[in-house]
Antibody, heavy 123, light 106 residues
Framework: EVQLVESGGNLVKPGGSLRLSCAAS????????MNWVRQAPGKGLEWVGHIKSETDGGTTDYPAPVKGRFTISRDDSTNTVYLQMNSLKTEDTAVYYCTKLRGIAGAWYVDLWGRGTLVTVSS | SYELTQPPSVSVSPGQTARITCSGD??????TCWYKQKPGQSPVLVIY???KRPSGIPERFSGFNSGNTATLTISGTQTMDEADYYCQAWDSTTAVFGGGTKLTVL
């Protein structure tokens, strides 16, 4: 079955760290560009960052709100992508979705979403 | 930073045509995709590369993108189409989402 399963969401204090995992199955993970998207309670979708396939360089990109605090990595031997979150803030509270990107340059889209994992940052 | 603007809400009667817009500077020069999200569920892709429908998405969903506006059109809207809809585009290597539009079918 083609799926993404996130884990690692939890309650963490401001300033703390958390690592999310996403286990992929049912597709060729090594070729996939992987993406994290979050959704704060009652709010819209927000891109958190992505990582290219190793064959495309394995590089990452992040938006300004998380750059320098969040790091995406991947382990192609276990078909897993990670989101390391440091210096967490209350505004990072959200459901975090692991997603798979597909498409061509400038026209990527998410063709597979996980169910999400909830991260709550609160004292 | 690049921004995409959507109306917060759109209402339509069953069987009528719903149009949801997404505006951004020279958006027509970029590719836009659309996601549908029902409460408590993960989003689902309904349109990609401006006009293409993924397998399994009904033909009543269509997309268009030109100038500064992309439009998602749902023809013969059904009650099952009631959901939040998000547009998304790329500004260089940065993904941008619109704020979302709540479609009410009543």
């Amino acid at each position: 079955e083609v799926q993404l399963v996130e884990s690692g969401g939890n309650l963490v204090k401001p300033g703390g760290s958390l690592r999310l995992s996403c286990a992929a199955s049912g597709f060729t993970f090594t070729n996939a560009w992987m993406n994290w998207v979050r959704q704060a309670p009652g709010k819209g979708l927000e891109w958190v960052g992505h990582i290219k396939s190793e064959t495309d360089g394995g590089t990452t990109d992040y938006p300004a709100p998380v750059k320098g605090r969040f790091t995406i990595s991947r382990d192609d031997s276990t078909n897993t992508v990670y989101l390391q979150m440091n210096s967490l803030k209350t505004e990072d509270t959200a459901v975090y979705y692991c997603t798979k990107l597909r498409g061509i340059a400038g026209a990527w889209y998410v063709d597979l979403w996980g169910r999400g994992t909830l991260v709550t940052v609160s004292s | 930073s690049y921004e995409l603007t959507q109306p917060p809400s759109v209402s339509v009667s069953p069987g009528q045509t719903a149009r949801i817009t997404c505006s951004g500077d020279k958006l027509g020069d970029k590719y836009t995709c659309w996601y549908k999200q029902k409460p408590g569920q993960s989003p689902v892709l309904v349109i990609y590369q401006d006009t293409k429908r993924p397998s399994g998405i009904p033909e009543r969903f269509s997309g268009f993108n030109s100038g500064n506006t992309a439009t998602l059109t749902i023809s013969g809207t059904q009650t099952m189409d009631e959901a939040d809809y998000y547009c998304q585009a790329w500004d260089s290597t940065t993904a941008v989402f619109g704020g979302g539009t709540k479609l009410t079918v009543l």
